[in-house]
Structure formats: C-alpha cells, structure tokens
C-alpha cells in the first residue's frame, strides 16, 4: 500500500466453525502495509466485540476473527467502521510524513546553498 487507495473489504467468508464461533476470513482489496495496521490497532471509536481489532488477525490481504451468528451483522458493521478509520488515520499519517520530507529536503537544499556560498567565500581568501 503506497498511501493512495484505500483499504476496503472486497469478500467475508466463514471458513471453519469452533463450538458456537464461526471463523470469519476477510479479503480485503490491497495489503495493508505498516503504518496502515498501526492505524487500524487504535481505533478512535470502537466498541468491545468480537471484531475489535485487537481480536482482528492480519496476513497480506486477508483478516479474521471469530464470531458468534448472533453477532456477525454488528460485527461486519463494526470491522467496516475500524477499516474506515484506519483509512482516515493512515491519510493523515502519510500527509504528515509527506511535510515532514518537503521540509527536511527544503532545509536540506538550503544548508547545500550556504555550504556551496561559504566556498565560494573560502575560494576568495
């Protein structure tokens, strides 16, 4: 994921049942990289269920989580909403990284000049 597209649920399966918790697999449309799962760990609002993403496994483009029948439609609604989020704090991640390069390549440009003016000054003497 390269900060440009967000990351979205494109399939949700049940995949295995444990006693009264189906196992529930989640495609998702792009991996999501580092800083995107960082995102997605620190929900801004969540509420304690099956699909909080501290229960949340992630491998490459794919999630799971259990759940009960009972509470899979909350659950769903819930895991959209964590991934929803996640988007909003990784965009906002990837603009601040993004100022922060601008500025540190802008002083950058400016130390070169004041070295190259201070040799060109060094040159005279």
Same mark, same amino acid.
């Given at each position: ?14 995949? @295995?049942? !444990?006693? %009264? #918790?189906?196992? =529930? ?9 580092? $800083? ?13 269920? @099956?699909? !909080?993403? %501290? #229960?949340?496994? =992630? ?9 009960? $029948? ?56």
């Amino acid at each position: 994921m390269s900060g440009h597209a967000d990351v979205k649920r494109v399939s949700t399966k049940a995949t @295995e049942k !444990h006693g %009264s #918790l189906f196992v =529930i697999e989640v495609k998702l449309n792009v991996a999501p990289d580092y $800083e995107w799962r960082k995102c997605f760990e620190r929900p801004s609002t969540y509420q304690h269920n @099956e699909s !909080h993403p %501290s #229960l949340v496994k =992630i491998a490459g483009d794919e999630l799971w989580f259990n759940s009960t $029948e009972k509470n899979l439609e909350e659950n769903i609604k819930w895991l959209d909403k964590y991934i929803s989020q996640a988007n909003e704090c990784y965009h906002q991640k990837m603009a601040e990284i993004t100022q922060k390069r601008k500025r540190e390549q802008e002083t950058e440009a400016k130390d070169k000049e004041e070295v190259e003016r201070i040799n060109k000054m060094l040159e005279k003497l």
